[in-house]
């Protein structure tokens, strides 16, 4: 098998690491781009090709992390990762941890940790890598690692969110609610809805916005999501079902299909806990042409102010 055979393989494995690291498509494909040209001009004959392989791609992303750290403080209002329609790394035995660590809310709060934290965490609670290879793929000592370890677990666990954790139950529920959206039903979103829901949007001070892009509670999300349908439809816009970041998510495109919004609903408890929007275009290129977004809010405005 070639190098470039044998990065292949691996590309799965290396893009999902960096992805967790960094909430970002492009930056993870960079990420893992840069570790092929590094590994094929290093001439190294590594023992453990994936371990290795994925220490670097761990310390560039820990780098770019680092790098990113002031811009996301600085970032115009929420910030969300790029939503992810299809994780490309498969490992049946730790299927759970890694859709949990994929869903939008645990990615939010591992921007919490140290860019140290947050690889030491994903490479060891996430992928299952021995305390030796983190060691080696950041750099410190296992003693250190298994410190950093158990802080970014307390930190994780003070704040994991819940998901349903049936499947089928998880989807049902959401598909009713995305049918009470097309519907603008108020009745049937107030059930679905936790008494305590929470609706926040990403844009990036470049996307567009209801009002100040943040809501709270049954009453205020249902009534503005009921108002808010009827308008969109009647400029052409679907929604169209889909897993976002492993959770029920909703992909809303115009008329032709371009890209307006992705959501995702976090799920427990029978009920939708949180809806999180991400309308900032940089952050939805990867998934098609986009939509003018301001544009179509402009249209649909016009057209709940004529209902």
């Known amino acids: 098998m070639s190098h470039a055979e044998e990065f292949e393989r691996l590309r799965p494995l290396l893009f999902s690491i960096a992805y967790r690291l960094l909430g970002s498509v492009g930056e993870a494909e960079d990420a893992v781009q840069e570790t092929w040209l590094r590994w094929d001009a290093s001439g190294v004959e590594p023992t453990s090709l994936k371990s290795y392989l994925s220490a670097i791609v761990t310390r560039v992303s820990i780098d770019v992390l ?22 490309p790394y498969e490992e049946p035995e730790r299927a ?14 591992m921007e919490r940790l140290s860019p140290l934290e947050r690889a030491v965490f994903v490479l ?12 080696s793929a950041v750099g410190r000592s296992e003693a250190a690692c298994r410190q950093l370890a158990s802080r970014a677990r307390r930190h994780m666990d003070a704040g994991r969110p819940r ?18 959206v097309r519907e603008g039903d108020v009745d049937a979103l107030r059930e679905l809805l936790a008494a305590d829901v929470r609706m926040v949007a990403d844009a990036g001070g470049k996307g ?26 009647a400029v052409g816009v679907v929604l169209d079902e889909r897993e976002i970041n492993g959770q ?3 992909v809303v495109r115009d008329g032709d299909g371009n890209v307006v919004v992705a959501m ?33 809010l402009r249209r649909a405005t016009r ?3 004529r209902g």
């Open 96 to 109: 759970a941890e890694l859709a949990d660590s994929l869903s939008t809310a645990a990615l939010v709060l």
């Open 66 to 87: 680092r790098s990113a750290r002031v811009r996301r403080e600085a970032y115009p209002g929420p910030w969300f990762p790029e939503p992810l329609l299809e994780d």
């Open 163 to 180: 998901f349903e954790v049936d499947r089928r139950e998880r989807e049902e529920l959401a598909s009713r609610f995305v049918d009470a």
């Open 208 to 233: 567009p916005l209801w009002g100040r892009g943040m809501f709270f509670g049954v009453d205020h999300v249902a009534r503005l999501v009921a108002a808010t349908a009827p308008s969109l439809a």
């Open 303 to 305: 057209e709940r102010r």
């Open 264 to 296: 995702t609903l976090d799920i427990a408890d029978g009920r939708v806990q949180a809806i999180r929007s991400v309308t900032n275009p940089d952050k939805l290129a990867h998934l098609g042409p986009l939509a003018d977004g301001h544009a179509l």
């Open 248 to 250: 029920p998510g909703v």
């Open 124 to 135: 060891r609670d996430v992928f299952g890598f021995d305390v030796a290879e983190v060691a």
